[in-house]
């Protein structure tokens, strides 16, 4: 079946511009997660749901970011009022229930901050 | 605060050899471990899960070891290939949450 699915592969916006990130999950993975990953680094985390309920956002840098997964599929990350240091690869990543099932990540959103 | 760390620094060993990766972890009692693999523009691949009352797990030509008074994994690659060449990276979740962390990651360069 398909893989996790991020879009856009891209995306190049201005200074103080919103974006909206968006990531499909494997089909009938219950736990979803956002993490960040700058060049030769490991993936940072962000926040992550189970279903349609975020259960922890503390990796979030800030309130300029949010997430959400409304239907407990589709999840968007949301950056309001972007910034220069905002510039990354985001990705996305879906599992299985159960403590300890493998994460499946997405190839990522690359976003420049100009 | 909660650290992992792997060795920073690429590994390069001959193939045929074994690498030997490490991840060591302070501030964090972790209820499992992961090894995932990360090609150049590529997400992270998982390969092995470890759990705390486990000492060893293999895969193939894959080892890792979970220590968790030595707050410490290691992972094994025998008889590497030049294919094993990539980033590798553990990650440790705790028992009571689906979060999981990740270390830096250690580059392994695998030469013929």
């Known amino acids: 079946g398909a893989g996790v699915s991020q879009s856009p592969r891209y995306k190049v916006t201005k200074r103080g511009q919103d974006v909206a990130l968006r990531c499909d999950p494997i089909?009938?993975?219950?736990?979803l997660y956002w993490y960040r990953q700058a060049l030769g680094q490991g993936p940072e985390f962000l926040t992550y749901f189970n279903y349609e309920a975020q259960q922890d956002k503390s990796g979030l840098p800030n309130d300029r970011f949010s997430a959400e997964r409304p239907e407990g599929s589709i999840s968007t990350l949301t950056i309001q009022r972007t910034e220069q240091r905002d510039s990354a690869m985001y990705r996305c990543a879906s599992s299985l229930p159960g403590t300890g099932s493998p994460l499946h990540f997405g190839n990522g959103t690359r976003l420049t901050v100009t | 605060s909660q650290k992992i760390e792997q060795n920073s620094e690429a590994l390069n060993i001959q193939e045929g050899k074994t690498a030997t990766l490490t991840c060591n972890y302070t501030?964090?009692?972790?209820?499992?471990l992961q090894w995932y693999r990360q090609d150049p523009g590529r997400g992270p691949v998982f390969l092995l899960l470890i759990r705390e009352n486990e000492k060893e797990k293999r895969k193939e030509r894959l080892k890792v070891t979970f220590d968790t008074t030595l707050k410490q994994s290691l992972f094994h690659i025998t008889a590497s290939q030049p294919a094993d060449s990539a980033t590798y990276l553990c990650a440790l979740g705790a028992g009571n949450t689906d979060k999981l962390i990740f270390g830096t990651g250690t580059r392994l360069q695998v030469f013929p």
């Open positions: 089909s009938g993975h219950v736990s």
């Open positions: 501030n964090y009692s972790p209820a499992y």
